[in-house]
């Protein structure tokens, strides 16, 4: 088993920045590309970034490109969301995802593990 733990999440004005963290636990020996998403109110859960890991490949959401980073530490075992110029339409709660054995992607389907999710509120 693996528990995946958000942190970072809270309410900016817009333009503002945060950095989101995911922490895991557990299977951490083997290998796990990790993803973020997020869902906003009344809305279907969204692909925002994703790293394999090697951090060689990453990918972004055409809607954060340029604004949002994905990294991550394989030794804290920690993945980390820089998220600057945040605009009102950024306010959901972001989940983390990992994906053992899998590649870094844009589909929920092939991440396995989930965080509890974190909120961001990005105010006008």
């Known amino acids: 088993q693996v528990q995946l733990v958000e942190s970072g999440g809270g309410l900016v004005q817009a333009g503002g920045s945060l950095r989101l963290s995911c922490t895991a636990s557990?299977?951490?020996?083997?290998?796990?590309?990790m993803g973020w998403f997020r869902q906003a109110p009344g809305k279907e859960r969204e692909f925002v970034a994703t790293i394999n890991w090697s951090s060689r490949i990453t990918y972004y959401a055409a809607s954060v490109k340029g604004r949002f980073t994905i990294a991550r530490d394989n030794a804290k075992n920690t993945t980390y969301l820089s998220m600057n110029t945040l605009k009102p339409d950024d306010t959901a709660v972001y989940y983390c995802a990992a994906s053992f054995g899998g590649q870094a992607s844009d589909y929920e389907s092939v991440y396995s593990y989930w965080g509890q999710g974190t909120q961001v509120t990005v105010s006008s």
């Open positions: 557990g299977r951490t020996g083997d290998r796990y590309a």
